[in-house]
């Protein structure tokens, strides 16, 4: 039992083929395909609609360079968002519980980003490690205090991302657990833990979606300190 928590996170294969690559790809065949047409169906419609929001909400921010990246950033919000959001149903796999899946996106991005600082403005970009201001002998310690910040980012990216649904995951998977153990023995019980299920369940559709957004909103933050 304690080993069938944890089993939901483990990569499925056949024939000892990995299948992460079809969890992968899975997302974008809900996608309605282009047609010759701008509007084919309400569903392309609100597709559209639905992508000019979050090209909206993650370009404010930024300036008119950054908005070079509308497209990488916007098909993350979107590819992380489906992700997530099917990870929830019955007998499926998420791959953004994997950490080094979410590592693999966030470290090729933050340091794009960060090459992007220092080509284009250098001391711009080397003068966040140093404070205005800062007294002669805290330099040394400010730079180093800095420099690990900088670095970790990615890392608090992709621990973020897995830790959040990690754990919604191990809190429905246990809950619902409690609720077949309870049902022949006490029904009252089991219809509240249920009812608390139902919940947690909503609960964690806005947690996915958020995790998703919050994701892509702190990579176009880092972009905005580089541009």
């Not at 994701?215 to 580089?226: A, D, I, K, R």
Request: glycine letters at 4%; zero cysteines; charged letters at 5%.
């Amino acid at each position: 039992m304690n080993l069938s928590f944890f089993d939901q996170f483990s990569s499925p294969s056949l024939l000892g083929i990995p299948l992460i690559l079809i969890s992968l790809t899975f997302p974008a065949l809900l996608l309605p395909s282009p047609g010759n047409r701008w509007m084919t169906s309400r569903l392309s419609t609100l597709q559209l609609w639905f992508i000019n929001l979050i090209t909206k909400q993650l370009m404010t921010p930024l300036n008119e360079k950054g908005h070079k990246w509308a497209l990488i950033l916007t098909s993350l919000m979107i590819f992380l968002l489906l992700i997530n959001l099917l990870g929830l149903l019955p007998y499926t796999f998420t791959p953004t519980t994997q950490l080094s899946m979410n590592l693999a996106l966030a470290f090729p991005l933050w340091l794009a980003t960060l090459l992007t600082g220092l080509r284009n403005q250098p001391s711009t970009s080397l003068a966040h490690l140093l404070p205005e201001g800062t007294p002669t002998p805290l330099i040394p310690a400010l730079i180093l205090i800095e420099t690990t910040s900088l670095l970790i980012r990615p890392l608090a990216l992709g621990v973020r991302l897995t830790a959040n649904l990690t754990a919604g995951h191990l809190l429905i998977q246990l809950i619902s657990t409690a609720t077949m153990a309870l049902a022949s023995t006490m029904p009252a019980i089991s219809l509240l833990t249920l009812l608390i299920l139902l919940l947690l369940t909503i609960l964690e559709v806005a947690v996915a979606m958020i995790q998703a957004y919050v994701f892509v909103l702190l990579l176009s933050l880092y972009l905005q300190e580089n541009i």
